[in-house]
Structure formats: C-alpha cells, structure tokens
C-alpha cells in the first residue's frame, strides 16, 4: 500500500476560527473537508512543508508552529501519516489559489462539514481542548 507523509495545519485566527479547505481532487474523496497541507518532498522537514503548502495553496505565509499530533490511518488505497501541527502565528489572507474552498469556522461547526475519515482524530483532539 501507499505510505504518504502529510504535513497538516490547524490554523487559528486571531477570532479563534480554523481555517479548513475542501477537496478538488476528483477522487473518492472529492468534496471532503480537511485541514490544509500537503505531501513532504524528499528532503523536506515537517515545518518547511506546511510553510511550501500554505504558501502555494493558501497565499498564508506560516511565522512559526508546534506539533499538535501524528495521525496515521489507512485509506483504501493509501497510507496517511499525518504530521498535525497547532498554527497561531502567520501573515497574509488565506485565498484559494488552487481552486479549493477554503473557510474560517468555529470548534463547534467543524462536526458539521464532512471530513475525510483520516482527519477524525484531529477534530476529536481540538474538541477536547
């Protein structure tokens, strides 16, 4: 099975939303709600993937994170492993810049859009804090 390294962000803003982005991708997990990030490259620590991700993604410029927690959890047809880091510290206006719906929420209304399964025990965590 596929074994995908993801550097994952949970991003408050100064109103304590969370930044969360739907799924292009025409997978069986299109449409899906997740916390942005994105696959490490050879090479590439946890912290320089969430600052390449964002920026190309989102056009947020990450000034600093901390490891929240390590997610893994088998999908069909891959393997995730997720690198979840806590994001408190950024500049810039989070915008799409690949197609992807990206929205501020509450704690509270994160349990109703629907996550990819993987993402579960992140939304799990952030309730209990």
């Known amino acids: ?7 994952v962000g949970v991003v408050y803003n100064q109103q304590g939303l969370v930044l969360v982005g ?5 997978d069986m997990y299109f449409q899906k709600w997740e916390f942005p990030g994105g696959k490490l490259e050879v ?3 946890v912290e ?3 600052a390449r991700e964002f920026l190309e993604e989102t056009s947020i410029r990450i000034l600093s994170s901390r ?12 393997h ?3 690198h979840v880091h806590t994001v408190k ?8 810049k690949e197609g992807q719906a990206l929205k501020w929420v509450s704690l509270e209304e994160l349990n109703e859009l629907d996550f990819l399964q993987g993402n579960q025990v992140i939304l799990a965590k952030l309730q209990e804090a």
């Open 1 to 7: 099975m596929k074994r995908i390294e993801v550097a």
């Open 22 to 26: 739907q799924r292009t991708v025409k």
């Open 43 to 45: 090479g590439e620590t």
């Open 48 to 50: 320089q993937a969430l």
């Open 67 to 78: 490891p929240l927690m390590l997610v893994e959890h088998d999908y069909p047809d891959r």
């Open 80 to 82: 995730v492993r997720l």
């Open 89 to 96: 510290h950024f500049a810039g206006d989070a915008e799409s």
